[in-house]
């Protein structure tokens, strides 16, 4: 099923390097970039958008850096409130400058923002209006610039400010920011106090001098409350290492984690992936974007690494499409838990060389380690996103709203629907801003009657065909679940006689299973008649050509005689259906075929002993022998309810009979004593 999301579009008149969204109101987003120091007709610019509608962005604040310094290649929000911004810019100096050994590439501006309209129910859910109706000049104003680089020596100065990321500020600690530079004879990583919008050498918290020929990829930074410190993680082009500022000492070296292991002998590719981006999801999850050798496309990897950072392993990993040929840009953002579940999930997106953007999702419990069933999620992908190469990725920080009944009692407004933007910039000057509506997940959190307060819903970013193919699993595997009960349930009650034989489960079993599984089901002291199923006798135009070769040329008594013993050596089942068909031919009712009269051949049943077989056998009336039988055995009838019972289970062990045929067709049929010895009397007569 498409996804479709709403998207913004916005073409300046530089190209753009950086883009930052406001942490505490996505409705604001930064820009920066520009031509560099001496390029006519380019000017050096940030910008202060309005993106809090879903199809168009706004202008709103515009700094003009002049073009007589460089352009503004990272930026990053440090502080804002509802009136004003303050913000961090990587910013060269003049090449004069430079070369004169001063490069104050760290520059902070304030920026003012306008006044929001109060929010009324409309509607159009989703609609934010910014400005409070009056004119208002918003202004900016550069409040400082500091050098924390050392100089470069290189002629001419190319060392600059490629990457800079601040922590959010939580109640535990302020904000602390990590800056590296690029085309540096040895690169650099600085942390520093980001808390003062004037940093200077005495606000830097630790520096980290990389050896000659290494080059910093990314950066990534995040707070660590219980440990009271800062995890800095970040890569060169084959390692990944953290760097731990504490808040009250000085920090130690950084821990090396993981390199790219080199490609075997017997591999066609003789280079190494690199390493193009990383983001700290958790203090113990680092996600990294690489790419392979010969533009095969981009990788992620999840790397886990263990409580005290001694160790740490690739745990997840998940091949782009080729056709994206290189990863540029990685952003990720935290989509929170609430209430007793600590299951989280994080939003990922990866722009490639082709001008696409991929949408992934990953969701695991950070309480649990090692992480394990990670699986990475494609939500969607937009492709042409930019007329040329992607520069800049960013998500919005996503703040859970409050729960309903506080937001209505406090602002009498209906709630907007939660969103998640994406913002991305380009060398073709455009900005594009996407907006993904969010799902709210019901709390497993229990409550009792005294906790009056809403809880805090989880939001998560969930596709559409995800709720429909999980339901359709759901009853496929619930419908697969049902047949298959019913299909064994048959088959055992057709094994066990319980049910006329519809699959033919007992020719399924050898002979031994058979007698061991074919038990019939039997009440004490109960007599369950069940109706005659036809299906499992012998067919009628089988028995009638049987009856029929018996009695040719029958004449006299003594052929009758031989057509008993020949009728022994048939099965009871066989003899009451020959029973009943004959006295169909001559008109019997069905009471009168089942039952045996003076005048019919007596059928006479004998229990054999251990074996499960019964042994059969047919006399013929009016004679010697078949009054000799009848004084040693019972017809059906006169049995006691006790022999009926034990012979029943018998017939049913047997085979000969099932409790679905009712005791009416036993009717008349001879039988002898279960365990007793009347062999002899049986054996004269056949």
Not at 48 to 66: C, F, P
Not at 158 to 184: D, K
Not at 533 to 545: I, Q, T
Not at 620 to 648: F, I, Y
Request: charged share 25%; with cysteine; aromatic share 6%.
């Amino acid at each position: 099923m498409a996804i479709t999301t709403a998207s913004a579009h916005l073409a300046l008149s530089y190209p753009i390097y950086a883009v930052d969204f406001d942490p505490q109101d996505s409705d604001f987003l930064l820009v920066g970039g520009g031509g560099g120091e001496g390029r006519s007709g380019v000017g050096n610019k940030i910008t202060l958008l309005d993106a809090s509608r879903n199809s168009k962005i706004v202008e709103l604040v515009e700094i003009n850096l002049g073009r007589e310094e460089d352009n503004c290649q990272s930026l990053a929000y440090t502080r804002s409130t509802s009136s004003f911004a303050t913000i961090f810019a990587g910013i060269n100096s003049s090449e004069a400058d430079h070369r004169a050994g001063k490069n104050e590439h760290l520059r902070s501006f304030r920026i003012d923002y306008p006044l929001k309209r109060k929010k009324v129910a409309t509607e159009k859910e989703g609609t934010t209006v910014i400005g409070d109706g009056t004119p208002r000049k918003l202004e900016s104003q550069a409040i400082s610039k500091v050098g924390l680089f050392k100089p470069s020596d290189n002629d001419p100065p190319e060392t600059y400010q490629r990457r800079i990321r601040i922590s959010i500020a939580g109640q535990s600690h302020a904000p602390v920011g990590v800056i590296s530079t690029s085309l540096a004879p040895e690169e650099e990583i600085v942390v520093f106090d980001a808390s003062t919008d004037r940093p200077d050498g005495s606000s830097v918290r630790g520096k980290i001098t990389l050896g000659k020929k290494q080059e910093v990829a990314d950066i990534d930074i995040i707070e660590q409350s219980e440990q009271r410190n800062h995890r800095v993680a970040y890569c060169t082009n084959h390692d990944v290492y953290v760097y731990d500022v504490p808040w009250d000492k000085s920090p130690s070296d950084p821990l090396f984690l993981y390199t790219v292991p080199h490609p075997d002998v017997f591999e066609a590719a003789k280079t190494r992936p690199t390493y193009r981006s990383l983001r700290l999801l958790t203090p113990n999850l680092i996600l990294l974007l690489q790419n392979r050798p010969n533009t095969a496309g981009p990788e992620l990897h999840l790397l886990e690494v263990s409580d005290s950072g001694m160790s740490s392993n690739i745990i997840l990993r998940k091949k782009l499409p080729r056709h994206i040929k290189q990863g540029t840009n990685l952003a990720a953002s935290l989509l929170p838990a609430s209430g007793s579940s600590s299951v989280v999930q994080h939003v990922i997106a990866v722009s490639g060389k082709d001008c696409s953007i991929h949408i992934l999702t990953l969701t695991h419990d950070p309480s649990k380690l090692p992480s394990s069933r990670l699986k990475f999620q494609p939500y969607t992908v937009f492709r042409n996103t930019h007329p040329l190469e992607i520069t800049a990725l960013v998500f919005s920080t996503f703040i859970p709203p409050q729960p309903d009944s506080q937001e209505s009692a406090t602002t009498n407004t209906r709630p907007k629907q939660p969103v998640l933007k994406l913002a991305s910039g380009s060398f073709g000057n455009t900005v594009v801003v996407y907006t993904f509506p969010l799902t709210a997940l019901p709390s497993n959190s229990s409550r009792t009657a005294s906790e009056k307060a809403p809880q805090v819903k989880r939001y998560v970013l969930q596709t559409p065909s995800e709720s429909i193919s999980q339901n359709t699993f759901s009853i496929f595997m619930a419908a697969l679940v049902i047949a298959l009960g019913a299909f064994f349930l048959q088959a055992f009650t057709e094994i066990r006689g319980g049910t006329p034989e519809f699959l033919g489960a007992k020719g399924w079993l050898s002979k031994g299973l058979h007698n061991t599984f074919a038990r019939p089901y039997m009440f004490e002291n109960a007599t369950i008649e069940a109706p005659v199923v036809v299906s499992s006798m012998p067919a009628l135009e089988d028995v009638r050509k049987v009856w029929q070769e018996a009695h040719e040329g029958a004449e006299d008594m003594g052929e009758r005689i031989g057509e008993g013993v020949e009728m022994a050596q048939l099965k009871l089942r066989d003899l009451l259906a020959k029973r009943k068909t004959s006295a169909a031919f001559s008109g019997q009712s069905k009471e009168v075929a089942e039952t045996s009269t003076d005048e019919t051949d007596l059928i006479i049943v004998q229990d054999t002993g251990p074996s499960l077989a019964v042994s059969t056998a047919v006399v013929p009336p009016g004679t010697t022998k078949s009054d000799e039988v009848v004084k040693v055995h019972k017809k059906w009838e006169e049995l006691t309810e006790d022999q009926k019972r034990r012979w029943k289970r018998r017939l049913v062990d047997a085979g000969e009979w099932a409790v679905e045929e009712g005791e009416s067709v036993l009717k008349g049929v001879v039988f002898g004593q279960i365990g007793g010895i009347v062999g002899g009397v049986v054996a004269d007569a056949l």
